[in-house]
């Protein structure tokens, strides 16, 4: 079955700071990645997804994600975070119509 | 283009009681998928409903039903309520399977 792990909990980064946040896949084929942010108290925002192609893929409010396939990776990225980056990090895999999410990255930005 | 809608936002509900969650996809989307958000599970499918066909289901009991009407809006259901499922549900649209699912802003719900 398809799963995404994501071996951080927690992570706490000042603003300013790279971020890079890990996510890795088990799937036989070309998995379908996508990576969703959530503040609290809101349902979950798109940030970037991979289906196939350029493995470097570029998403909104400046987030990328690399998927590499010899790592069974899909880790998220930012060159400079911000205070408004504090929120919860999922990643995904699986279908449009049914998902299969990673337990989150809660990041936390200091000021 | 309004986005995912969900009502209500919040609920309180008591033990062996049922309840009706509600949500309006983005025009033009067929497909509606249903999410259960808790501390200790994390996100869990729930079921997804595609012109008011039901075509992937979760592991859930079968006290939690859903079914979608001929304008893509789709209803959830959960009967004899435990505390347990006290959760954020979330619903999410899509065109079809290859597109981006958009998620609403979720129902609180909390069994006393």
């Known amino acids: 079955a398809q799963s995404v792990t994501q071996p951080d909990i927690h992570i706490t980064v000042s603003e300013g700071a790279s971020l890079e946040l890990r996510c890795n896949y088990s799937?036989?084929?070309?998995?379908?990645l996508f990576w969703y942010v959530q503040s609290p108290g809101q349902g979950l925002q798109l940030l970037l997804k991979?289906?196939?192609?350029?493995?470097l893929v570029q998403g909104i409010k400046g987030f990328e994600a690399e998927f590499k396939r010899s790592q069974s990776s899909f880790n998220l990225r930012k060159p400079s975070v911000h205070w408004s980056d504090a929120a919860e990090y999922f990643c995904?895999?699986?279908?449009?119509?049914?998902?299969?999410f990673g337990t989150g990255t809660r990041l936390q930005v200091m000021l | 283009k309004a986005g995912v809608t969900q009502t209500p936002r919040y609920l309180i509900k008591t033990r062996g009681q049922q309840v009706t969650l509600s949500c309006s996809p983005i025009?033009?989307?067929?497909?509606v998928s249903w999410y259960q958000q808790t501390p200790g599970q994390g996100l869990q499918f729930l079921f997804e409903?595609?012109?008011?066909?039901?075509?992937n289901k979760g592991n859930f009991p079968g006290r939690f039903s859903g079914r979608q009407f001929s304008n893509s809006r789709s209803e959830m259901n959960v009967s004899t309520l435990e505390l347990g499922d006290s959760a954020l549900y979330l619903c999410?649209?899509?065109?079809?399977?290859?597109?981006?699912?958009?998620f609403g802003p979720g129902t609180r719900l909390t069994v006393l």
């Open positions: 999410a649209s899509s065109r079809d399977d290859t597109d981006t699912q958009y």
């Open positions: 799937y036989g084929a070309t998995p379908y």
């Open positions: 991979y289906f196939s192609g350029d493995t």
């Open positions: 995904g895999t699986g279908t449009a119509s049914k998902l299969t």
């Open positions: 025009s033009g989307h067929r497909s």
């Open positions: 409903y595609f012109s008011e066909t039901q075509r």
